[in-house]
């Protein structure tokens, strides 16, 4: 009835809310959607770890010593994904391995992120030469392979969770630093920007009040795809030896220390190999998501 009536008065429906607009864009790409499931089940993994894991990750059963899985002969459904070789659950260890990658990735994005968009700002605002000294730090570090450079920090620092996201954080740095100031160029030639200045506002306003939010939406696409080559990195810092510390549960440190049972265990290599996989295309497909919309020039 309201429908008829609304059209024979010819009146237009009401007119989504930009956030109704977002979900809408978002919700209809079904792998955003899937990998954005997926990740809130692994945040909710990773908060409720110690109400979720059935065992201590560090605890180490002496009687079950690389158990299968319990769905295949001889396994113990006390164990659902088998034990590694000192008899500690692998699910267990996973679940407390969530918790520590998706620390890592928010604490490395956070900081990488924060610092990236003050130093774009400044090299896109300023121009002359704060721009060419910030961009050439940019270039050299971006001259060397990002994984070589994690691994070189982490050297020098030490091998440790915290020195490992330190050194993802400045890897990362410079996608955010180029994408900023890109953002920035193009925003200092809009209107409103030469309208704020003329008003007399000051640089701090024009950065962090007028050009800021209109440059959000590349970097949140850039933060989400971050979380995923955060989580790689650390992973692989943790199969070198240089992230987390025996016995600290981590998905690329299992990995290592597995290696050595994958032709007769199997269970103990795939596993943690399955858990960075399917996290890091989640993040992929919730990044793609979030580019499809928030860029009004991919929204059909």
């Known amino acids: 009835m309201s429908t008829d009536s609304t059209q024979v008065n010819g009146s237009a429906p009401a007119p989504k809310t930009p956030l109704q607009e977002f979900w809408f864009y978002f919700s209809s790409n079904r792998g955003a ?47 659902v994904l088998g034990t590694d070789d000192v008899g500690r659950d692998i699910l267990s260890r996973l679940i407390h391995g969530t918790r520590l990658s998706i620390s890592v990735g928010v604490v490395a994005v956070t900081a990488s992120l924060m610092i990236g968009i003050l130093m774009g700002l400044v090299a896109g605002y300023f121009k002359g030469i704060v721009d060419t000294a910030i961009m050439r730090i940019v270039d050299i570090m971006l001259a060397m392979p990002s994984l070589l450079l994690a691994i070189a920090i982490v050297a020098v620092l030490g091998p440790s969770i915290v020195n490992a996201a330190l050194a993802i954080s400045v890897v990362s740095l410079p996608h955010y630093v180029r994408l900023t100031r890109a953002a920035t160029l193009a925003e200092m030639s809009r209107d409103y920007v030469t309208s704020s200045r003329v008003l007399g506002a000051s640089a701090m306003r024009l950065m962090f009040v007028c050009i800021l939010p209109n440059c959000l939406a590349p970097l949140i696409v850039q933060a989400t795809l971050g979380f995923s080559s955060a989580i790689l990195d650390m992973a692989a810092l943790g199969f070198l030896g240089l992230g987390a510390q025996p016995p600290t549960p981590e998905w690329g440190s299992m990995l290592a220390d597995a290696l050595q049972f994958v032709q007769r265990a199997w269970w103990v290599v795939t596993f943690p190999g399955l858990m960075i996989l399917i996290t890091v295309l989640a993040f992929n497909l919730m990044g793609d998501g979030l580019r499809d919309a928030l860029d009004p020039k991919l929204k059909q």
């Open 33 to 79: 959607l899937a990998g954005f499931c997926f990740i809130v089940f692994i945040c909710l993994l990773a908060i409720f770890a110690d109400v979720v894991a059935p065992h201590s990750p560090s605890a180490q059963m002496r009687d079950a010593l690389l158990l299968p899985p319990a769905w295949l002969d001889g396994g113990n459904w006390s164990y």
